[in-house]
């Protein structure tokens, strides 16, 4: 069990680019979750997964962010047209359907928009 | 909207002391989790407590989850610099999507 994977760990890219984040769970969870942390808070709830499903969208910042999943493994997130105000570190996190125990976060990637 | 309110929001205090940090809210949770976070990494969970009140030891932490499962406490009882970091409650519900607090920044002074 090597834990939630995301990468890249940072990423630094110029207003009005798009980027993608890219999480592995671990690898018998079936739900996925994507968070935001800006500086000085606590994470915030974007979306999340079971299996391939998407269950829940409404949570996230805009239209320009979207999520996938499409084998029911690995899921990506993407910004498109990136803001400054969508600097922030994004967290995932997976877990098993039912199961409290166990929520597990990945290590973030950092995003940084100039 | 569920909200969790955390205090304090900082604290600094010297090695030896004891401290309790708050998580309150108005909205009764399925459970309720928390996590240490340090810089520049992902939140590690540290309990999770589901019955209200519950209370959970890990070694100098204890946790208790309120009667009424809207409220939780973390106590440390003879802090070290190594507990140095963000303290983050986190309640769950459907889905088990987390609405977090905004996190005590706890700092032990050796």
């Known amino acids: 069990d090597t834990g939630v994977s995301q990468n890249p760990r940072h990423k630094i890219t110029k207003r009005g680019q798009n980027v993608t984040f890219r999480c592995d769970p671990i690898?018998?969870?079936?739900?996925l979750y994507w968070y935001r942390q800006t500086l000085g808070q606590g994470p915030e709830f974007l979306t999340y997964?079971?299996?391939?499903?998407?269950?829940?969208k409404s949570r996230l910042l805009s239209d320009r962010f979207s999520a996938e999943r499409p084998k029911g493994s690995f899921s990506t997130l993407e910004i498109q047209r990136t803001e400054q105000g969508d600097s922030a570190m994004y967290l995932c996190?997976?877990?098993?359907?039912?199961?409290?125990?166990?929520?597990?976060f990945g290590s973030g990637t950092r995003l940084t928009v100039v | 909207t569920q909200l969790l309110e955390q205090s304090p929001q900082f604290l600094s205090i010297q090695e030896g002391e004891n401290l309790t940090v708050y998580c309150n809210s108005s909205?009764?949770?399925?459970?309720l989790q928390w996590y240490r976070q340090e810089p520049g990494e992902g939140p590690v969970l540290l309990v999770t407590?589901?019955?209200?009140?519950e209370v959970k030891k890990l070694k100098r932490l204890t946790f208790q989850f309120g009667d009424a499962r809207k409220d939780s406490s973390l106590h440390i009882t003879a802090a070290q610099p190594g507990d140095t970091g963000l303290y983050l409650c986190?309640?769950?519900?459907?889905?088990?999507?987390?609405?977090f607090g905004g996190g005590t920044r706890l700092m032990v002074k050796p």
């Open positions: 996190a997976s877990s098993l359907a039912g199961q409290i125990y166990g929520y597990t």
């Open positions: 690898s018998e969870h079936n739900r």
């Open positions: 909205s009764v949770f399925s459970s």
């Open positions: 407590v589901v019955t209200g009140g």
């Open positions: 997964f079971q299996n391939e499903a998407q269950l829940e």
């Open positions: 986190a309640g769950a519900n459907a889905g088990n999507m987390l609405t």
